[in-house]
């Protein structure tokens, strides 16, 4: 452990101080009702200005970001966010917006709304988009009520079935059984595409509609789109279009235009806001014409969503125009093929062909595995690769391959990098046919090792303990 790296009550010490104010700068704070006056001092720590700013800069790099490196997370879209973005959001007439304040007081505000709706549509063929919901998935609970509120104006109460297909997204299946409906899902075929003919058994007067989004969760692209759309609604159900990552489409092909009634898009992926901390998202939800009043009825969220993400994503918009956002879809395309190409020999790549943005290896193909020591896991390669400073893709992740790796590079890389992160993958693999205990000791420069991600997640400790 370097000295710095303790934490700062260890270096704390008796009358150190990291400032000064004048004695008489400001008047005596009155005092606090005897009920709520604190019993003791308060235990800060004590420790000079340089210390303060070395805790929290070793703070800062204890975590893994974007900024920091490559973030080839598949399904998440870990692109780099301009910094324009920031100081857009960060404008002081922005800052101090109110949710009350009304139209006449903000015209501006009224206009970021118009001409994000007037983008959004024109990038998918949906005619009509709420900005309410503030997550992909909480744009998902809402696009189902839509459908399920179609339907019901309809008198048509006897659909309860949605169908998702077994490659989607967890968000899905889920955000189905939160508005109440009944999940079932579609098998995939051998070549990752949905079985089309699987589908036909499903449908029936049931079926309020279908989930998917088209690259799927594999990246592939689903080429009977066509035929599922129009299988689909002869039942008289709804498609449903899980717009969270619209990278390899923008610019190229729209949901509406494939047979999508509704959709929504995460702006914290595809539109460049800052993410997978927890902090602020925004998933629009758009709808085909003939779905408008049932959008319009919806209150979803106490205001307008969060304004400072959409900001962001229009900020996005106008810096890229129309031909930029097109390459946007080109490149993250490309690179996702170019890793794909170069790794192929070295990781087991479980169906073949271009891919879209994304695309899943089933582990590697030669994994160590000897007499007396275990191979090497796609845990181990995705821990080894924080050693050479690159994030791992995501794992485990989708369930139809046991040894999944997703890798989404997108537009945002060099090729350099890119090369870079493809060289270290190979040497992994290299390392794993010869030492795989190397591997399942990773990460050796990291922080923490290999934490118990539940219990990290369920029961985070938050505060200084004394050892
Ligand atoms: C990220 C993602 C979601 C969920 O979005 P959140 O903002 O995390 O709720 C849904 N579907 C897909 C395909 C995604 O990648």
Known sequence: MKYYDKLIFELSREGRCGYSLPADAYPAAPALPGGVQRKSALMLPQVSEPEVVRHYTMLSQMNFGVDTGFYPLGSC???????????????????????????DLVPGVRKVYEAMNSFLAEITGLAEFTFQPCAGAH??????????????????????KVIV???????????????????????????????????????????????????NTLGLFETQIKEIASLVHGVGGLLYYDGANMNPLMGVVRPGDMGFDIMHLNLHKTFSTPHGGGGPGSGPVGVAEHLRPCLKALKVSGFNGNFGVILRACAYILMLGRENLRKVGEYSVLSANYIKECLKDVYKLPIQGVCKHEFVFDGLINDGARESVEGATTLDVAKRLLDFGFHAPTIYFPLLFHQALMIEPTETESKETI?????????IAAEAAEDP????EAPHCAP???PDETTAARNPVLKYQDA
């Not at 744009?139 to 309860?160: I, K, N, P, Q």
């Open 77 to 103: 879209t870990m692109k780099y966010n301009p910094k324009i973005n920031e100081e857009i959001a960060a404008m002081k007439g922005f800052q101090g917006l109110h949710p009350l304040m009304g139209d």
């Open 165 to 215: 297909p077994d490659s989607a997204h967890g968000t899905n299946p889920a955000s189905a059984a939160v508005c109440g409906l009944q999940v079932v899902e579609v098998k995939s075929l051998e070549n990752g595409r949905i079985d089309v003919e699987a589908l036909k058994g499903l449908l029936d007067e049931t079926v309020a509609g279908i989930m998917m989004t088209n690259p």
């Open 419 to 427: 090369d870079a992160f493809v060289e270290v993958m190979r040497k």
């Open 437 to 440: 205990m190397l591997l399942h």
């Open 448 to 450: 923490i090792s290999r």
């Open 139 to 160: 744009g998902e609970l809402t696009g189902l009520m839509v459908m399920r509120s179609y339907h019901w104006s309809r008198g048509d109460y006897a659909r309860t």
